[in-house]
């Protein structure tokens, strides 16, 4: 009879090297696709935000004939603007509960009249600064339609 114990035959070291490069090269490869989510995420949130925004000052313009100017801005779509043209079909619970920051944490920016329409609705992005490119590309409601 032979002894179980004589056969077994162990993990070399390069054997357990060549395991942890390749296990270090999948969470490489799997880190790189998956780090770009949270910026991918915030963009959309962006979009979605302009998006429900939009549609909020469709409905003022709807109600009023115009849209809030530059100087009343997006808080107009929360509480009746008391300065310039004041609207006249204005809903108790105003168009929206709050303006929130875009996703990282800068002010949405309204122009109206817009240079692009009747008014111009945007985010910065990443670097919170007009222009740039990749995650710092500006969203703008214009490109959205």
């Known amino acids: 009879?032979?002894?179980?114990?004589?056969?077994?035959?162990?993990?070399?070291?390069?054997?357990?090297?060549?395991?942890?490069?390749?296990?270090?090269?999948?969470?490489?490869?799997?880190?790189?696709?998956?780090?770009?989510?949270?910026?991918?995420?915030?963009?959309?949130?962006?979009?979605?935000?302009?998006r429900a925004m939009m549609t909020a000052l469709e409905l003022f313009k709807l109600d009023n004939g115009f849209y809030p100017t530059t100087e009343q801005g997006l808080q107009g779509l929360v509480t009746q603007p008391s300065?310039?043209?004041?609207?006249?079909?204005?809903?108790?619970?105003?168009?929206?509960?709050?303006?929130?920051?875009?996703?990282?944490?800068?002010?949405?920016?309204?122009?109206s009249p817009g240079l692009h329409g009747e008014y111009d609705l945007k985010s910065y992005g990443a670097d919170g600064e007009e222009g740039g490119e990749g995650k710092d590309e500006d969203i703008e409601s214009w490109r959205l339609q």
Request: charged residues 20%.
């Open 83 to 111: 300065v310039g043209r004041i609207p006249r079909n204005y809903p108790a619970s105003g168009y929206l509960d709050k303006i929130p920051p875009d996703p990282w944490g800068s002010p949405y920016v309204y122009i």
């Open 1 to 50: 009879m032979r002894n179980p114990m004589t056969n077994q035959r162990g993990i070399t070291l390069i054997e357990m090297m060549v395991v942890i490069v390749i296990l270090g090269i999948l969470a490489t490869v799997i880190f790189t696709r998956v780090s770009d989510r949270p910026e991918q995420a915030r963009r959309t949130k962006a979009q979605v935000e302009i």
